[in-house]
């Protein structure tokens, strides 16, 4: 499956972005979805995922309660949306799929990988 992630930009500390990540090439619904992030000089770490119904929704603890994952299968799309962004939200976001079969938060169990779409955040 191809994906397409778009939707970053600069933002102010407390603002709001979404995301979006297109999939091609592939039964959509037949993959759990994720968003993971990258910042400068640090390791990819997970951020949220969703159930390939749209019923099961994960979370790291440093984004529970601001951001939410959703997908739209008629859409092919998944979504982030992010509000009262943070400084140290500041990466690339990227996002990902994995088979049904594994609702995860450890990267090295998802398959396919979108290119990134940078978000900063001023203070």
């Known amino acids: 499956v191809q994906l397409q992630a778009s939707g970053g930009g600069l933002v102010q500390a407390g603002g709001s972005l979404r995301l979006s990540c297109a999939a091609s090439?592939?039964?959509?619904?037949?993959?759990?979805m994720g968003w993971f992030r990258q910042a400068p000089g640090k390791q990819r770490e997970f951020v949220a995922a969703?159930?390939?119904?749209?019923?099961?929704?994960l979370y790291a603890d440093s984004v529970k309660g601001r951001f939410t994952i959703s997908r739209d299968n008629a859409k092919n799309t998944v979504y982030l949306q992010m509000n009262s962004l943070k400084p140290e939200d500041t990466a690339v976001y990227y996002c990902?799929?994995?088979?049904?079969?594994?609702?995860?938060?450890?990267?090295?169990?998802?398959?396919?990988w979108g290119q990134g779409t940078l978000v900063t955040v001023s203070s």
């Open positions: 990902a799929a994995a088979p049904k079969w594994v609702f995860s938060k450890v990267l090295s169990e998802y398959t396919y």
């Open positions: 090439g592939r039964t959509f619904s037949n993959y759990n």
């Open positions: 969703v159930s390939w119904s749209g019923g099961g929704t």
